[in-house]
T-cell receptor, first 113, second 114 residues
């Protein structure tokens, strides 16, 4: 649905462990984004990438890391340095240009136990 | 960087009445303002957008207005229906040193009362 897939849908992590969230798209979009969604706080930008092998920090990048080795893939690692990692994470693939549109994955709900 | 503020955070409207959600942005260089709708348990989806060279855009029961001078834009939903119940996000977009950056507001939970 929409050509962008996030996995897994639900993820549980023990405190102190790193965990990687997967995001894959087959829409041939150059730009991909990671957002975190918390109740009452909307969609906050974690990292974004406009092109392969390049990415920029968003507004809340601390405790997260990303890579962009392939155009289709933009995995997000939640490290042990992230103090409050329990949240809903949304990946988006962006069609840029005259008709900009963000296509979101179905999200990953991460719970730290 | 860009800061997008959205009000109200929650809105309840009687079915058939109109709903208005307002957003303000801080960066005058932003030139594209989309609105996304997120139904319960689903991903956000684009419903309407407006560019900075246009003051108003309509699509059936949905309209968006933009005031560049005041740096605010609004979503208007007329003749509301139960299926309009969802969380709505506004966003501002601009090129930032060659990178396009889409910044979202905090969301409005709209509830349509039958």
């Amino acid at each position: 649905d929409g050509g962008i897939t996030q996995s897994p849908k639900y993820l549980f992590r023990k405190e102190g462990q790193n965990v990687t969230l997967s995001c894959e798209q087959n829409l041939n979009h150059d730009a991909m984004y990671w957002y975190r969604q918390d109740p009452g706080q909307g969609l906050r930008l974690i990292y974004y990438s406009q092109i392969v092998n390049d990415f920029q920090k968003g507004d809340i990048a601390e405790g997260y890391s990303v890579s962009r080795e392939k155009k289709e893939s933009f995995p997000l690692t939640v490290t042990s340095a992230q103090k409050n990692p329990t949240a809903f994470y949304l990946c988006a693939s962006i069609r840029t240009g005259a008709n900009t549109e963000a296509f979101f994955g179905q999200g990953t709900r991460l719970t730290v136990v | 960087g860009e800061n997008v503020e959205q009000h109200p955070s929650t809105l309840s409207v009687q079915e058939g009445d109109s709903a208005v959600i307002k957003c303000t942005y801080s960066d005058s260089a932003s030139n594209y303002f989309p609105w996304y709708k997120q139904e319960l348990g689903k991903r956000p989806q684009l419903i309407i957008d407006i560019r900075s060279n246009v003051g108003e855009k309509k699509d059936q029961r949905i309209a968006v207005t933009l005031n560049k001078t005041a740096k605010h834009f609004s979503l208007h939903i007329t003749e509301t229906q139960p299926e309009d119940s969802a969380v709505y996000f506004c966003a501002g977009d601009k090129w930032d040193f060659g990178n396009e950056k889409l910044t979202f507001g905090t969301g409005t939970r709209l509830t349509i009362i039958p």
